[in-house]
């Protein structure tokens, strides 16, 4: 790909932490293995988990940053920037991580989408951000 791009764009190379799905699936080891041999490839590592469950279960059944312990040490495997997800509710959750050294950034999803938090706050609108408390209701919107 960076043949056929040059430096004209980025590349982001989104990488499963843990596929738990049998043979066919490889451990967090072998991935920190790849992310080493590779390390220097893409612009930025981007760190999800195999399965939705595993990703973005519900707040019921999944903690904040449940994958904060998979996560944990790969910043350190690459010089490139890590970008992580996980189930995060929380800006203070996702600082903190970036503080820390395991990640670069994070992303989050959940009311109010950063365009639409500007949006309803221009003109001097008063809307407090609500964080987001992990239902998952906001998948059937999209």
Known sequence: MRDAVGDSMGLTLRVS???TI???GFSNAELRDFIE???DLPDLWDLAQGTWEDC???S???EEAAQEALVRGIRELTGKPVVGVGRFTSPDVMVRMIRQGTLDSS???GPPSPIRFAE???GGADRRYRECIGCNICITAT
């Open 37 to 39: 041999m590779n390390r």
């Open 17 to 19: 932490l843990d596929e």
């Open 56 to 58: 973005s279960g519900p």
């Open 120 to 122: 309803e706050n221009r």
């Open 107 to 109: 992303v989050a999803r």
């Open 60 to 62: 019921r059944f999944k």
């Open 22 to 24: 049998g043979t066919l």
